[in-house]
Nanobody
Framework: QVQLVESGGGLVQAGGSLRLSCAAS????????MGWFRQAPGKEREFVAG????????SYADSVKGRFIISRDNAKNTVYLQMNSLKPEDTAVYYC????????????????WGQGTQVTVSS
């Protein structure tokens, strides 16, 4: 089993930055590809960013390319999402997820999920 806990969310003004962290316990993350998803009020959950087990392959949703950066530190068993130039439409609950397979953009492929952290961007 893998337990994931997100942190780093909060309230920021448009144009600001936040860094989300996803800390794992129970198992090391070194063998897992990791993804970040988000769900805004009244909308379906959507893929944001993903990273392969060794960081060799990275994927971003078009809406966040050039603004968000995903990274991982397997020695610390932690995955990060650096969010820059935040927009009100980025407001959502952000979830991290782990999958014991190749990097995927598909929600149903993931095996483990965190509880989520709220990000609110004011205008």
């Amino acid at each position: 089993q893998v337990q994931l806990v997100e942190s780093g969310g909060g309230l920021v003004q448009a144009g600001g930055s936040l860094r989300l962290s996803c800390a794992a316990s129970g198992r090391t993350l070194s063998s897992y590809a990791m993804g970040w998803f988000r769900q805004a009020p009244g909308k379906e959950r959507e893929f944001v960013a993903g990273i392969s087990w060794n960081g060799g392959r990275i994927s971003y949703a078009d809406s966040v390319k050039g603004r968000f950066i995903i990274s991982r530190d397997n020695a610390k068993n932690t995955v990060y999402l650096q969010m820059n130039s935040l927009k009100p439409e980025d407001t959502a609950v952000y979830y991290c997820a782990a999958v014991l397979k190749l990097l995927s953009r598909t929600e149903r492929d993931y095996d483990y999920w965190g509880q989520g952290t709220q990000v609110t961007v004011s205008s």
